[in-house]
Nanobody, 123 residues
Framework: QVQLAESGGGSVQSGGSLRLSCAAS????????MGWFRQAPGKEREGVAA???????SFADSLKGRFTISKDNAKNTLYLQMNSLKPEDTAMYYC?????????????????WGQGIHVTVSS
């Protein structure tokens, strides 16, 4: 069992940056694929970025170059660095963990989810 808790969200102006953190419990954290997803009002959930147990990363095509995902296994913490934020990045952001596979495109393959955290980008 893995419990996930996001932090670092909030409001920022367009062009600004935010770093989200996701603290994970559980001794097997390092073996899981970890991902970030987001859901904007009235839209479907979409995968943002993922990092597997080997440190290999994947990103939504539209976000490459602006967002960076990383993790600190010693601290059991996942990060999402978001730069050059745009109003369309406004959403609820979720941290998630998958026991097997690391398919950002298929959120249903992730087994554990955080409660989510708001990110609001104003123009």
């Amino acid at each position: 069992q893995v419990q996930l808790a996001e932090s670092g969200g909030g409001s920022v102006q367009s062009g600004g940056s935010l770093r989200l953190s996701c603290a994970a419990s559980g001794s097997t954290y390092g073996r899981y694929c970890m991902g970030w997803f987001r859901q904007a009002p009235g839209k479907e959930r979409e995968g943002v970025a993922a990092i597997d147990s080997y440190g290999r990363t994947s990103f939504a095509d539209s976000l490459k170059g602006r967002f960076t995902i990383s993790k600190d296994n010693a601290k059991n913490t996942l990060y999402l660095q978001m730069n050059s934020l745009k109003p369309e990045d406004t959403a609820m952001y979720y941290c998630a963990a998958a026991r097997a596979g690391c398919l950002l495109k298929y959120g249903f393959t992730f087994d554990y989810w955080g409660q989510g955290i708001h990110v609001t980008v104003s123009s």
